[in-house]
């Protein structure tokens, strides 16, 4: 069965530290990843299409965390990846291979759309006590990238982005 991250999950879960969370429960690192010029989708395709195209993404990323995370639409076009008993390597090239499969067309009504997105992520402990701080700082570094550039992955830092 695959996990679905709400919004209203996330912000119950966001607030507790995350030392204090039973083993099974544990969560090393969020991601958060922006659809690059998803307003030119909407003004192209439409208002319908582009809501299908955010429900086509969310379902590709679950299906791409699947087995060591859970991800879910966090609003707009921002999504939220919660990863699982993972060390900062194995984040770092998971974060790469969704960044990746992301950029695959996804096709509809006949149409492929190609599209590029920003990803942020941090990681327990480096980077924040909770999970409201590990997404804060998740949304950092994808800003970040964002302004440098967009359609890539950024790993908060604290020398580089300030300490938030």
């Given at each position: 069965?695959k996990?679905?991250?709400?919004a ?16 099974a ?7 958060e ?5 998803f307003k ?21 990323l ?7 995370g ?8 921002e999504f ?7 060390d900062?390597?194995?984040i ?6 969704v ?18 997105v920003?990803m ?5 402990p480096?980077?924040g ?15 970040s990238i ?5 359609n890539?992955v ?6 580089v982005?300030?300490?938030?």
């Amino acid at each position: 069965m695959k996990s679905v991250l709400t919004a209203a999950a996330l912000a119950a879960a966001a607030a507790l530290p995350l030392t204090a969370l039973p083993a099974a429960a544990f969560d090393p690192a969020r991601g958060e990843a922006d659809l690059d010029a998803f307003k030119a989708i909407n003004d192209a395709f439409g208002h319908q299409v582009g809501d299908q195209l955010l429900h086509m993404v969310g379902q590709r990323l679950r299906e791409l965390v699947e087995g060591w995370g859970t991800a879910g639409r966090l609003s707009g076009d921002e999504f939220v990846i919660v990863a699982r008993h993972a060390d900062r390597e194995k984040i770092k090239r998971e974060s790469r291979r969704v960044h990746g499969a992301l950029h695959q067309p996804l096709v509809l009504q006949g149409q492929p759309i190609a599209l590029t997105v920003s990803m942020g992520v941090s990681v327990f402990p480096q980077d924040g006590q909770t999970g409201r701080e590990l997404l804060r700082h998740a949304d950092t570094a994808m800003f970040s990238i964002k302004h440098n550039g967009k359609n890539a992955v950024g790993f908060y830092d604290p020398s580089v982005h300030g300490l938030t």
